[in-house]
């Protein structure tokens, strides 16, 4: 069975230019590959795929010009030409929208990483090139009988950095216990007044937590229109508005696990509506 594990990491200064270093390469290699993906398509009608792409960056990277590259971790690279190669697929048979070039002034960024290696004795994390990492350590799984798949470490828009893991534990997934007692069932219909409503009328409130921060947001944003762009109490003012904005998301989340967990600990089936509505 496959799970996903997530802490917050302690980098020093020093490890926080390495991986935005490592950012920059993985940035500049995914827009490198979607050029000339587009390119040579519209040119001559040829679809590249990441093991071209791979063979090309090979060679790229031995070019004078770009030996900076050799500094990144290679592999967060491959990984950077296998996900460009996920969001063609899903734009051709999905549907979805055709992949875009990374911009260098967006705070959030991500790098795939293997042959990560965590030790829970001592949260500490072991990122190839970067070294060991502090964690925070919320949760643990075995890692003398787990395998661990791929480690994404990421920066959102406060400045945090994260990892995620993907770990897999050679479990099988429990089968479905039978039902044995109608009381354990319950049905909810989800509401906007509400958040939710069960099926013997127990109602959970629908909090509104932006409702709560938005005049204060929207002041925020205010005086952020009034400032220079790009300058230092514009991007002071900017950290400000996506910690508030975070802080609500926190909330809701919050919330939202708080409500879910108590459904599962006091109902074994749960039947919800197939209705698409956003709260």
């Known amino acids: 069975m496959i799970k996903a594990y997530?802490?917050?990491?302690?980098?020093?200064?020093?490890?926080?230019?390495?991986?935005?270093?490592?950012?920059?390469?993985v940035r500049f290699i995914y827009n490198w590959a979607l050029n000339i993906k587009k390119t040579k398509y519209e040119q001559e009608k040829i679809t590249l795929s990441c093991y071209d792409l791979d063979g090309m960056m090979t060679k790229l990277k031995k070019e004078p010009e770009y030996k900076?590259?050799?500094?990144?971790?290679?592999?967060?690279?491959?990984?950077?030409?296998?996900?460009?190669?996920?969001?063609?697929?899903?734009?051709?048979?999905?549907?979805?929208?055709?992949?875009?070039?990374?911009s260098k002034k967006n705070p959030c960024n991500s790098a795939t990483y293997r042959d990560c290696k965590f030790d829970f004795e001592n949260n500490r994390l072991y990122i190839p090139?970067?070294?060991?990492?502090?964690?925070?350590?919320?949760?643990?799984?075995?890692?003398?009988?787990?395998?661990?798949?791929?480690?994404?470490?990421?920066?959102?828009?406060?400045?945090?950095?994260?990892?995620?893991?993907?770990?897999?534990?050679?479990?099988?997934?429990?089968?479905?216990?039978?039902?044995?007692?109608?009381?354990?069932?319950?049905?909810?219909d989800l509401g906007v007044k509400n958040l939710c409503i069960l099926?013997?009328?127990?109602?959970?409130?629908?909090?509104?937590?932006?409702?709560?921060?938005?005049?204060?947001?929207?002041?925020?944003?205010?005086?952020?229109?009034?400032k220079t762009k790009d300058s230092n109490n514009y991007?002071?003012?900017?950290?400000?508005?996506?910690?508030?904005?975070?802080?609500i998301q926190n909330m809701r989340n919050d919330y939202l696990h708080k409500t879910s967990t108590e459904l599962i600990n006091n109902y074994d089936t749960i039947c919800l509506e197939t209705l698409n509505v956003k709260l």
Request: hydrophobic share 30%; aromatic share 12%; net charge positive.
């Open 6 to 25: 997530k802490y917050k990491l302690d980098l020093t200064v020093k490890q926080k230019k390495q991986l935005a270093q490592n950012f920059g390469c």
């Open 68 to 102: 900076w590259l050799n500094n990144a971790y290679s592999v967060c690279l491959k990984e950077a030409l296998r996900n460009l190669d996920i969001a063609y697929n899903k734009f051709f048979k999905e549907k979805q929208g055709f992949p875009k070039f990374k």
């Open 129 to 188: 090139k970067i070294g060991k990492v502090r964690f925070f350590k919320n949760r643990s799984f075995d890692v003398n009988n787990c395998k661990i798949c791929t480690v994404t470490i990421s920066k959102d828009s406060c400045c945090n950095y994260w990892a995620s893991a993907i770990v897999e534990d050679y479990k099988d997934l429990k089968d479905k216990a039978p039902i044995k007692d109608n009381d354990r069932c319950v049905g909810i």
């Open 199 to 226: 099926d013997n009328s127990t109602k959970y409130d629908n909090p509104k937590y932006y409702k709560k921060y938005c005049d204060k947001l929207a002041r925020l944003q205010q005086i952020l229109s009034g």
């Open 235 to 247: 991007n002071k003012l900017k950290l400000r508005i996506a910690k508030l904005s975070k802080k």
